[in-house]
């Protein structure tokens, strides 16, 4: 997908802070893995960086392809459906992350 359209997509989202939507310039693309997209933004308002991540699909692609065996795929038909409350404590991480993967991996646990 062109960088540019992801950009854009990034600019309907609000800084967590200040409440401004984020301008295609403040997006910077860090990577990504298939639809999981991992974008690092710094709001021009007031200056807050922050990583989000967002699961970007392509309408053209087929879904349902995927190479988890059949005993694979009852494993995780099985498993619980991801919580309100794991998403919203994933959305408190990143709130509260400031980009620095450095220091992040760096802590003692
Ligand atoms: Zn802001």
Redesign the pocket.
């Known amino acids: 997908m062109e960088d540019q359209i992801i950009k854009r997509f990034m600019t309907s989202i609000k ?1 967590s ?4 939507h984020y301008d295609i310039d403040d997006v910077q693309i860090l990577d990504h893995k298939e639809n999981l997209w991992f974008f690092s933004v710094s ?1 021009s ?2 200056k ?1 960086q922050c990583l989000v991540a967002a699961v970007i699909k392509e309408d053209r692609k087929p879904s349902g392809i995927t190479d988890l065996t059949e005993v694979e795929l009852d494993k995780f038909r099985n498993l619980d459906n991801i919580t309100t409350n794991e998403v919203l404590d994933m959305h408190s991480f990143l709130e509260s992350f400031n980009g620095d993967f450095t220091q992040l991996f760096s802590e003692d646990i």
């Open positions: 800084c802070v200040c409440g401004q709001c308002n007031c807050t």
